[in-house]
C-alpha cells in the first residue's frame, strides 16, 4: 500500500509538472530562481496526505505500518488537526493565486488557530511551568504558532531547505518525545505518511527544482508539524511526559534564529516586513559561488549536528533546561559566524 502511496505521488505530481495549466511562479527580487516554476504543489501532496490517513481510520488492517490511535477522543483530536492543515492549504492556494493581503491572511491564520486549541485543549509547559490560565496558553500558542506558520513560509525559498529541515528534525523530536514520534506510534505514522505522499514533489524540488510548494503546502506543513506535539502530554497513552515550549525549537532551529534576526534587522532599519527581500542567511549563501547546493549542505550539516548532539546529551541524562541551553548556542553562534563570514556581494 505504501509503495503504491509512493508512486501515486509521483505520477500525480508528475502530471502537474508537464501539464499545461497551473500556478506559475515568476520570478522576483526574493526569489532564487529565474526562470518560471510552476508552484502550489501542496495541492497535490497535501489531499495524497489527509485522504491517507483517513483511508487507515476507516480501514485500520490495512495500517500495520503506521498505526494511528482509535480512542475516540484522540481521533477526535486528529481530525481537528485534519481539518486544520486542510483549511491552511485551502487559504495558502487561494493566496497562491490570488495574493491576500498580509492583513487579512493574518486574521484567518489567527482565527484558525485559537479554534484549534479551544477545540483541543492541548496540555504543554513554559520552560518547565504550568500557566494559570486556558485563555492565557490559548493566547500565547496562537502567537507562536501563527508566528511559526509563516516562519516556514519565509524559509520555503530554496530547493529542499524545507523537506531536508522537517526530515533532520524528526529524529531531535523522537529524543524529546521517542513514545510519541519512535516507529509504532503517532508522531511517526503521521511523518511517514506525509513523507511518502510527498515523494512525487521531494523528486521535483531537488536543484535545480522544477516544483515549488508554494503556500498551498508551506502553510499547512507550518501548521502540521506545530500542531501536532501538542498532543504528547494530552494522550495518557504517552510516556513522554509533557511537552514543552522550549521543545518547539528543534523543529527548526535555524528557522527561528534566521527569521528572528532578519526581521528584527529590517525592523531597526524601517523596512517593511511583509515586503519581498533576499536578507535570510540562506539566500546570502546562495548567492555566492557556493550556490543553492552549497546552501543547502551547510544547513543539512548544522541541522545534524544538532541532531547528533542532543541524541549525546539526552543519553547521558543531561538535564531539559540544560540540553535547550547547550543547543541554542550552538545555533546561534554558528548562525552568527555564518552570517559574518559570507560576504553579501554576489560572487557567482
Not at 526574493?30 to 483517513?54: A, C, E, Q, Y
Not at 488537526?81 to 492549504?89: C, D, N, P, V
Request: aromatic share 20%; with cysteine; hydrophobic share 50%.
Amino acid at each position: 500500500m505504501f509503495a503504491i502511496l509512493a508512486i501515486l505521488s509521483l505520477i500525480l505530481h508528475s502530471f502537474y509538472v508537464y501539464s499545461r495549466f497551473g500556478v506559475k511562479d515568476v520570478p522576483n527580487e526574493r526569489s532564487l530562481h529565474n526562470v518560471i516554476t510552476k508552484k502550489s504543489g501542496g495541492m497535490f501532496f497535501i489531499p495524497l496526505f489527509l485522504i491517507s490517513v483517513l483511508f487507515l481510520f476507516f480501514y485500520p488492517q490495512t495500517g500495520d505500518l503506521f498505526p494511528l490511535p482509535e480512542n475516540e477522543s484522540q481521533k477526535k483530536d486528529i481530525y481537528l488537526l485534519l481539518a486544520g492543515i486542510f483549511t491552511f492549504s485551502i487559504i495558502g492556494f487561494i493566496d497562491d493565486l490570488y495574493h491576500l493581503s498580509p492583513k487579512l491572511r493574518l486574521f484567518l491564520e489567527f482565527s484558525l488557530v485559537a479554534v484549534f486549541l479551544i477545540g483541543t485543549s492541548p496540555l504543554l509547559t513554559y520552560f518547565g511551568f504550568d500557566l494559570p490560565s486556558i485563555l492565557l496558553q490559548v493566547f500565547i500558542l496562537t502567537i507562536v504558532i501563527v508566528f511559526a506558520v509563516n516562519l516556514v513560509n519565509f524559509m520555503d525559498g530554496m530547493d529542499w531547505y524545507l523537506v531536508t529541515t522537517l526530515f533532520l528534525s524528526y529524529f531531535s523530536l523522537v529524543t524529546v518525545a521517542p513514545d510519541f514520534y519512535s516507529i509504532g506510534n503517532t508522531g511517526y505514522s503521521f511523518y511517514g505518511i506525509l513523507f511518502l505522499s510527498m515523494f512525487g514533489f521531494i523528486f521535483y524540488n531537488f536543484p535545480r527544482a522544477k516544483l515549488f510548494m508554494g503556500d498551498s503546502g508551506s502553510l499547512a506543513l507550518g501548521f502540521f508539524v506545530m500542531a501536532l506535539p501538542l498532543f504528547v502530554g494530552k494522550w495518557e497513552t504517552q510516556k513522554s511526559g509533557v511537552w514543552d515550549i522550549t521543545d518547539y525549537f528543534y523543529l527548526f532551529p535555524y528557522f527561528w534564529l534566521d527569521g528572528i534576526f532578519t526581521l528584527i534587522k529590517r525592523f531597526f532599519q524601517k523596512k517593511h516586513i511583509f515586503s519581498a527581500h533576499r536578507e535570510h542567511l540562506f539566500q546570502r549563501i546562495t548567492e555566492t559561488k557556493l550556490g543553492k547546493i552549497g546552501s543547502l549542505c551547510i544547513f543539512s550539516l548544522l541541522n545534524l549536528f544538532i541532531v547528533c548532539i542532543h541524541f549525546v546529551l539526552k543519553t547521558n541524562g543531561t538535564s531539559h533546561i540544560e540540553i535547550f541551553l547547550i543547543l541554542f548556542l550552538f545555533s546561534a553562534i554558528s548562525y552568527g559566524l555564518l552570517w559574518f563570514l559570507i560576504p553579501r556581494k554576489n560572487l557567482a
